[in-house]
């Protein structure tokens, strides 16, 4: 009996092993549902390959069997826009928080950039990936998802932004003391604590996407026109025949697509990121999701990611803990002069680049039609501020309400993403009808367009922002009895402003993105234009008139850039000061 006790006991651990991973029930659905998932993917990558001239020997048509086809392709595009947008955030988001001189570059940048409309970008970039792929539909491919690339990153990388800045003091004094590195303090610090945000943004940007989805596959640039299979191009060719079964049937598609990936991608991962809200107390209530649950139920699937998170660790592990030591006086001076350097090194940048945009409007254009784009830019600057004014005043209070109560925020997430996604194309022909038949003013009628696409941005910030008020903070505002205006002055709008002010921010320059096709909208042969400076770029892209799309997207840049210096990045600057959780 003695004997076999050493062998038992050696083989009990192994047993125990055999027993853990042995697969259940969950590692199939999981194993099936991911080979699904791959079939999917390498099915629709397989036609982003072939040759460019196979688009027009098979173009788009409105027949309905095609359009799973068109939904998946769509798909693709827009979470390969996402996965890039993704990295782009966590890369210049974490530069500029961390780094004052490139935040004086990046946060202009990025400024200037998400007021760039779509339609700029693709003037330029369709013949640059045309030509890295000449003859194949991966060029156009490109393009097209870095148009929608263009209206996902900039929003996200905003938000990453702002998350690093309000880092509460204690935890970074924390970090400080036990001498993490950069790259430890980051991955331990950082990102736990942008991600629940982070999260609520990609939702916002992946739904964004689709408010340009129309422009990023149905392409004109002047003389070159490309028609890219998906759901955004069947949306262009059912306006422009005047249909509006085959509009129904692209929404409906697009509802199917977004329910799709809202229970197998962003549902689990808002129930994976809770984990990570900056709390003391444990809340009651968290989202939930069947398939984050599956996931974690299953016993292979860890198995398999393993080696991943040994590489992580054995990454962690060449990188030392430094002890903090303080900077010396010698160290301080040289970083005061490379500041003034550096300021005086963009100062001479922004001016040449200004001169230069001037002397190129000079030389191909009149000064007084440059005057003329000025007011044209002023009277849509009118229409931003009053529509998100009028939508701040209307998803605020609908924000906070959904982000304190997340079984609420889980049943109206698959709602929220699909309003957010809803194409103002599709409004363009009750807009058109209304204001034709009942002889309404397009300068009015046709601006509440511009913010349909938009105002989502303000209320998934505030969900975020909502959800992240620490548990401890909104039990004790209960025991002390702080309710009504007193409860929004001390809890809800402190815990809320620094999110609000990146929904604002970024639903700000959509709305100058948006309006370049919501002040030039059409159904069929009916054709309305609202005065503004959308409309004159929109025109300027359809005839390829290079000069007034320069001169339109400079004008736009700039007035974005003083718009968000003069109001939005003071208020950023009050959050950090006054309204940090620490």
């Known amino acids: 009996m003695n004997s076999t006790t050493p062998i038992a006991r050696g083989l009990r651990p192994f047993s125990r092993m055999l027993r853990v991973t042995a697969p259940n029930r969950a590692d199939i659905i999981a194993v099936l549902l991911l080979a699904g998932l791959s079939i999917l993917v390498i099915r629709g990558a397989e036609g982003m390959a072939e040759p460019l001239a196979r688009l027009r020997n098979a173009p788009v048509t409105l027949d309905p069997w095609n359009l799973p086809g068109y939904a998946l392709r769509t798909t693709l595009r827009m979470f390969a826009a996402l996965f890039a947008s993704l990295a782009f955030t966590l890369a210049i988001g974490t530069l500029a928080a961390r780094s004052r001189r490139a935040e004086q570059i990046i946060v ?42 263009t ?78 299979p998906g759901i955004g191009s069947w949306l262009a060719l059912a306006i422009d025949r005047s249909d509006f079964t085959g509009v129904a049937w692209a929404v409906g598609a697009m509802a199917v697509v977004i329910l799709l990936y809202d229970q197998l991608v962003f549902r689990p991962v808002v129930a994976w990121a809770d984990r990570f809200r900056f709390e003391q107390v444990a809340s009651t209530e968290r989202p939930r999701s069947w398939a984050y649950e599956l996931f974690r139920r299953t016993r292979l699937l860890p198995l398999l990611l393993m080696p991943l998170a040994g590489l992580g660790r054995a990454l962690l592990m060449l990188d030392p803990v430094r002890a903090p030591r303080p900077a010396g006086r010698a160290e301080a001076r040289r970083g005061v002069i490379g500041d003034r350097v550096w300021t005086a090194a963009i100062a001479i940048a922004v001016l040449f680049a200004a001169w230069t945009i001037i002397g190129y409007v000079g030389r191909t254009l009149d000064w007084a039609e440059a005057a003329a784009v000025f007011g044209l830019a002023c009277l849509t600057m009118l229409r931003v501020l009053a529509l998100i004014a009028v939508a701040s005043l209307i998803w605020v209070p609908v924000g906070v309400w959904i982000g304190l109560r997340p079984q609420w925020a889980e049943r109206l997430q698959p709602v929220a993403q699909f309003l ?9 022909p009750f807009a058109v009808i209304a204001i034709v038949r009942w002889k309404l003013d397009p300068d009015i009628w046709l601006s509440p367009l511009m913010v349909m696409g938009t105002q989502w941005y303000i209320l998934f910030n505030v969900i975020a922002g909502a959800s992240a008020i620490p548990t401890d903070l909104r039990e004790a505002a209960g025991m002390f009895g702080v309710r009504g205006w007193q409860w929004w002055r001390q809890v809800a709008l402190p815990g809320i402003f620094p999110y609000y002010v990146t929904g604002a921010l970024t639903a700000s320059g959509g709305s100058w993105n948006a309006s370049i096709v919501a002040e030039a909208v059409s159904w069929g042969d009916d054709h309305l234009h609202a005065s503004g400076l959308g409309a004159f770029i929109a025109d300027a892209t359809a005839i390829g008139d290079y000069p007034r799309v320069a001169l339109g997207i400079a004008m736009m840049s700039l007035f974005v850039i003083a718009f968000n210096r003069l109001l939005w990045r003071p208020l950023y600057s009050f959050a950090e000061r006054r309204l940090r959780l620490a």
Do not use: C, H, K
């Open 108 to 149: 202009p940048a990025l400024d200037i950039l998400q007021s760039v409309p779509i339609l700029g970008f693709l003037t330029f970039t369709v013949t640059f990936f045309m030509g890295l792929f000449p003859g194949r539909q991966l060029g156009v491919e490109l393009a097209s998802i870095f148009a929608i690339f």
């Open 151 to 228: 209206s996902q990153a900039w929003n996200m990388a905003f938000s990453f932004y702002q998350s690093l800045r309000s880092v509460p003091s204690d935890l970074e004094e924390v970090s400080r003391g036990f001498g993490l590195s950069p790259l430890r303090r980051f991955l331990r610090l950082e990102l736990p604590f942008a991600t629940p945000a982070l999260v609520w943004n990609a939702m916002m940007s992946m739904s964004g996407g689709w408010f340009f989805v129309v422009a990023s596959e149905a392409i004109t640039v002047g003389n070159t026109s490309v028609t890219l």
């Open 420 to 428: 957010a996604a809803f194409p103002a194309n599709v409004l363009f």
